[in-house]
Nanobody, 117 residues
Framework: QVQLVESGGDLVQPGGSLRLSCAAS????????IAWYRQAPGKQREWVAN??????RYADSVEGRFAISRDNAKNTVYLQMDSVRPEDAGVYYC????????????WGQGTQVTVSS
């Protein structure tokens, strides 16, 4: 089973940029779908973006500002966050699986994104 570890979270100013990484212990070729989720304090975890076989899909709240990508050679998936807003703050998680079971792996620790001036 592939294990995923998130990193790259930091304090970022509104309007700033940040790149999150999701590193896999095994080949991400075994994960057709890799997704980013986030959870703000007191809120439920919400879906942010998918990479489905190399094609990105995005929640309306982040479309046009975030970009998901993968590097199969490095077994890593990225979330490029541009034009960050205060409502983007939260703990970001990655998960993966198949089209029918897109988040089949255990949830990790996530990485904290703080948006503040």
């Amino acid at each position: 089973q592939v294990q995923l570890v998130e990193s790259g979270g930091d304090l970022v100013q509104p309007g700033g940029s940040l790149r999150l990484s999701c590193a896999a212990s095994g080949s991400i070729l075994s994960l057709y779908v890799i997704a980013w989720y986030r959870q703000a304090p007191g809120k439920q975890r919400e879906w942010v973006a998918n990479d489905i076989g190399g094609t990105g899909r995005y929640a309306d709240s982040v479309e046009g500002r975030f970009a998901i990508s993968r590097d199969n050679a490095k077994n890593t998936v990225y979330l490029q966050m541009d034009s960050v807003r205060p409502e983007d703050a939260g703990v970001y998680y990655c998960n993966g699986g198949s089209h029918s079971e897109p988040a089949r792996l255990p949830w990790g620790q996530g990485t904290q994104v703080t948006v503040s001036s």
